[in-house]
């Protein structure tokens, strides 16, 4: 079995290319890529542009990157002897910030940003195709994805607490859905072995327990083995802060608060049932130890 990632110089792509058999990497940089797909069984898009925290990216930049990269892509795969794509795209394209409920597949979308936005419009793009009545087309939505040589929001926890500064935010209580990478993988490989299982459509991924903020302070304490203390700053003087760092160079701002403190919880019941999946390799409190661990070097 041929297995092509399109995009995978980042660090999904890179954990994927290490744990896949017959895997390889392609860059929609390099010529003739849609030549080298032609006689593959599984194409995987990773192409896209995520979040830009420096606020350089324009509309169009995350247009061209999520909607018209992903056009050619499947292009590439109608035209290939691939019988299976494998479209990673985002719970942002379902919902960015906050939701009471487990979302599912069926719920009504309510992207806000342009990423969010880009990669919804992606999706529906990709479902209005009509595909040969040989080839599959499976969009995943996972939420935030971590793992050893993640750089985004946990390492950014574990800088602050491993420094003994005080963890702010414990006057919020929430719980959120995360995804392991060795999760993540795991998924891939039971889509691919399991292609005749499943119906083309979106399908969410997700650990199988949500966790809360808190969860994840008490895992980093006990990897640093340090008793940092908690603050419970009031919540109305924390969400000022968060409207100054809207507008200063500071750590803190609306959006990132948000996501730190607010209810977003994925169901992975649809493709968990689909592919007959019981248990995931781990759970969302393993993962998260694996992952926090890695940014002392242990593991």
Not at 42 to 64: C, F, M, P, R, W
Not at 145 to 163: A, E
Not at 170 to 190: G, K, L, T, V
Request: hydrophobic fraction near 40%.
């Amino acid at each position: 079995m041929k297995i092509s990632v399109l995009g995978s110089s980042g660090f999904i792509g890179e954990n994927l290319l290490s744990g896949l058999l017959r895997a390889r990497g392609l860059s929609l940089r390099q010529k003739n890529w849609q030549g080298n797909v032609l006689d593959n069984d599984v194409l995987i898009n990773l192409v896209g542009k995520a979040h830009d925290h420096k606020g350089k990216a324009t509309e169009q930049d995350y247009y061209h990157a999520n909607v018209e990269l992903a056009k050619e892509v499947f292009h590439a795969f109608v035209a290939s002897s691939a019988t299976l794509l494998i479209h990673v795209s985002s719970l942002a394209s379902l919902e960015e910030f906050e939701s009471s409920t487990p979302l599912t597949e069926a719920d009504e979308c309510h992207p806000v940003s342009w990423y969010g936005q880009s990669k919804r419009a992606a999706e529906e793009w990709l479902l209005a195709q009509k595909l040969p009545s040989d080839k599959k087309l499976i969009i995943l939505r996972p939420p935030m994805v971590h793992g050893p040589g993640d750089k985004g929001n946990l390492g950014l926890l574990y800088k602050l607490i491993s420094k003994g500064i005080p963890y702010p935010l414990a006057s919020f209580n929430n719980s959120r859905s995360f995804i392991s990478i060795d999760n993540f993988c795991y998924y891939i490989e039971q889509i691919i072995a399991k292609e005749a299982q499943l119906e083309s459509g979106i399908y969410h991924i997700a650990d199988d327990e949500p966790v809360s903020t808190k969860e994840i302070i008490d895992i980093i304490k006990k990897v640093i083995a340090k008793n940092v203390s908690n603050l419970a700053l009031p919540r109305i003087l924390v969400k000022g802060m968060a409207k100054i760092g809207d507008v200063l160079p500071i750590p803190l701002n609306t959006k990132r608060l948000k996501k730190m403190t607010s209810d977003l919880q994925v169901s992975n019941a649809k493709i968990k049932a689909a592919l007959s999946i019981d248990k995931l390799p781990l759970s969302a409190k393993e993962g998260l130890e694996k992952t926090i661990r890695s940014f002392s070097g242990s593991q």
